[in-house]
């Protein structure tokens, strides 16, 4: 099991950017996936980005695809969400979250089930 906690949630107006961090304990950081989710106001949790284990393989959803970017540092066990130009839309609670599976080279898992640990969650508010 690990522990993960997001951090850098805010306030922020439409256009502007925001950097997500989420930091891992408790498991060999550099041997699972790391996934990032939303969640707005009586919505289903949804998939926003997701990287491998290595950092080689990203992927996003469509609706962030060009606007937010996944990176991670295996050595210092974090992973960051850096959201440019956000949208009154990209408000949510933003999750990290850890599969400690070891999926085939170029996938990485878009649904949530598939994710085996998840932090406490991070609020993102766009205002427009």
């Known amino acids: 099991q690990v522990q993960l906690v997001e951090s850098g949630g805010g306030l922020v107006q439409a256009g502007g950017s925001l950097r997500l961090s989420c930091a891992a304990s408790?498991?060999?950081?550099?041997?699972?996936?790391m996934g990032w989710f939303r969640q707005a106001p009586g919505k289903e949790r949804e998939f926003v980005g997701a990287?491998?284990?290595?950092?080689?393989?990203?992927h996003y959803a469509d609706s962030v695809k060009g606007r937010f970017t996944i990176s991670r540092e295996n050595a210092r066990n974090q992973v960051d969400l850096q959201m440019n130009s956000l949208k009154p839309e990209d408000t949510a609670v933003y999750y990290c979250?850890?599969?400690?599976?070891?999926?085939?080279?170029?996938?990485?898992?878009?649904?949530?089930?598939?994710?085996?640990?998840w932090g406490q969650g991070t609020q993102v508010t766009v205002s427009s």
């Open positions: 979250a850890a599969d400690y599976r070891r999926p085939p080279p170029g996938f990485v898992p878009v649904a949530a089930g598939d994710y085996d640990d």
């Open positions: 408790g498991r060999t950081f550099s041997s699972y996936t």
């Open positions: 990287i491998s284990a290595n950092g080689e393989y990203t």
